[in-house]
Nanobody, 124 residues
Framework: QVQLVESGGGLVQAGGSLRLSCAASGRTFSSYTMGWFRQTPGKEREFVARISESGISTYYADSVKGRFTISRDNAKNTVYLQMMSLKPEDTAVYFC?????????????????WGQGTQVTVSS
């Protein structure tokens, strides 16, 4: 019901910042919990952050808490991930995902729609 396209990935030095965007097409964007996940070769997709439909509630993985900020602009059908103090271990393909209604979960399978991902590489 919603199509997602990530952008904003790239190369950055350790300690730097990067802002990812996820543009959604569809009339029901404001009805979805939105999440960011990341994946590296040989590992399972892992949870990064999520935000509720209204943007009131947010939740972060311990590994990024205090450094990353998730936000959304429902008027623009867009969710963002502001990444600061980036570390080499943050290197991964980042995916945005949408879950119908309220999805209080960090499990990828609980989310219904996925973007194609954008590569983030942090050099040391």
């Amino acid at each position: 019901q919603v199509q997602l396209v990530e952008s904003g990935g790239g190369l950055v030095q350790a300690g730097g910042s990067l802002r990812l965007s996820c543009a959604a097409s569809g009339r029901t964007f404001s009805s979805y919990t939105m999440g960011w996940f990341r994946q590296t070769p040989g590992k399972e997709r892992e949870f990064v952050a999520r935000i509720s439909e209204s943007g009131i509630s947010t939740y972060y993985a311990d590994s990024v808490k205090g450094r990353f900020t998730i936000s959304r602009d429902n008027a623009k059908n867009t969710v963002y991930l502001q990444m600061m103090s980036l570390k080499p271990e943050d290197t991964a393909v980042y995916f945005c995902a949408a879950g119908r209604s309220w999805v209080p979960s960090t499990i990828p399978s609980r989310f219904d729609n996925w973007g194609q991902g954008t590569q983030v590489t942090v050099s040391s």
